[in-house]
């Protein structure tokens, strides 16, 4: 039979993935007899955990929320899996960096050694991008989450706009290090992506709602797309195709969107979007190497364009 602490974490472990357990099944999981589990959910109930009986053919046990946070057991994958998620956190941008890091400490200090050795050779370094990368207040997170959650009509001030906009929350997201809140706009009757640091919500919030389909039923696509400035179809409003005289290795390392096909051991092919034909003829023309325009028209016109600008301030430079 498994020590008393080991039984605890195991009946405490599944107890947390289902709502009812048996107690009949409870004592087969864990290989003990049904009144060695009604000692354990004893022990369980003195450190302060609320677990409830319910009766019926197949009585048994539920851990139900409680009203003060008792001591927390974990296993060996979930005690590291917790350290790696809060060494995330405070890489997050959402106002939880402080209270992640100190969380984290105390994990940290009451691990095993094995344990500690495993998180300590994890180190998350938040490379913050080129400008203000503005944080947001963790309580405008909770406010914007609990709208979502509760399907209630959300009304905040945004930025400097005025008057204050009225929106059914549908999902709170994140997209290159910021926070961004996915909703239907009542004023405007479509769909917008709200910057959450730019958010001040009110309060109360408004009636509740029945939430709507979004644009391919996908937040993920919705999202992508908004962000490349399509109408939906998930792509950048500009492609085009060129032939460059590299290795498709070296122009794949510096190509975030694109599709890269290798021709030849210095040769490829690379297919690529942006929100215009010169920003995109702009971006290809950023590799070291000659240029053989596919298609379409408008980007060989806008390399035209490009060569004519760049002669013309060639030109004024040397004069």
Known sequence: MPKTSARLLALLSLLQVRRDWPGALLAERLEISPRTVR?????????????????????????????????????????????????????????????????????????????????????????????????VDSGVLMALSAAVHAREVLRFDYGEQVPPRRAQPHHLITWGGRWYLVAWDLDREDWRTFRADRITPRTPTGPRFIPRELPDGDVAAFVTSRFLGSDGSGDWPCRGEVILDLPAAAVSRYTRDGVVEELGPDRCRLVLGSWSWPGLAAAIGRFDADIEVVGPAELKDAFARLARRYAAAAGSAGA
Not at 49 to 76: C, H, N, Q, S, W
Not at 107 to 114: C, L, N, T, Y
């Open 39 to 135: 000692r354990d959910v004893d022990r369980l109930r003195e450190l302060g955990y609320p677990i409830v009986t319910f009766k019926g053919p197949d009585g048994g046990y539920r851990l139900e929320a409680g009203t003060e946070l008792p001591p927390l057991l974990f296993d060996d994958e979930q005690a590291v899996a917790l350290a790696v998620a809060l060494q995330i956190a405070t890489t997050t941008r959402a106002g939880i960096e402080e209270a992640a890091a100190r969380a984290l400490n105390t994990i940290r200090q009451v691990m095993p050694a094995r344990l500690r050795h495993r998180i300590d050779t994890l180190q998350v370094t938040a490379v913050d991008r080129p400008g203000p990368d503005p944080q």
